[in-house]
């Protein structure tokens, strides 16, 4: 069993960043496929970014790639994403998730394990 929970969520101008943090509880971390997902109102969750720790991938959204970055701390349990130039359709609800076994995806349906989200709101 994987436990997680964000934090770092608020409300930003547009322009500027955030940085979101996922604090995982449960063993073997770093084997876990991490990931971030987001929701707006009246749409569907969608894939931002995930990272495979070994070997070592990534994935970004296309809406996403330049301005946000992921990166873990596997001597903390911790996955971030920090995100800058922040724009008004990046409001959402940004998702942790985590994903047992060596395959990265992108598909909601296949993460096991989700956060509570938080909420990252940006105003233009």
């Known amino acids: 069993q994987v436990q997680l929970v964000e934090s770092g969520g608020g409300l930003v101008q547009a322009g500027g960043s955030l940085r979101l943090s996922c604090a995982a509880s449960g063993k073997a971390f770093g084997s876990y496929t991490m990931a971030w997902f987001r929701q707006a109102p009246g749409k569907e969750r969608e894939f931002v970014t995930a990272?495979?720790?070994?070997?070592?991938?990534?994935r970004y959204a296309d809406a996403v790639k330049g301005r946000f970055t992921i990166f873990r701390d596997n001597a903390k349990n911790t996955v971030y994403l920090q995100m800058h130039s922040l724009k008004p359709e990046d409001t959402a609800i940004y998702y942790c998730?985590?994903?047992?076994?060596?395959?990265?995806?992108?598909?909601?349906?296949?993460?096991?394990?989700w956060g509570q989200g938080t909420q990252v709101t940006v105003s233009s």
């Open positions: 990272h495979r720790w070994s070997p070592a991938i990534l």
């Open positions: 998730a985590a994903r047992a076994g060596a395959v990265l995806s992108t598909d909601v349906r296949d993460y096991d394990y």
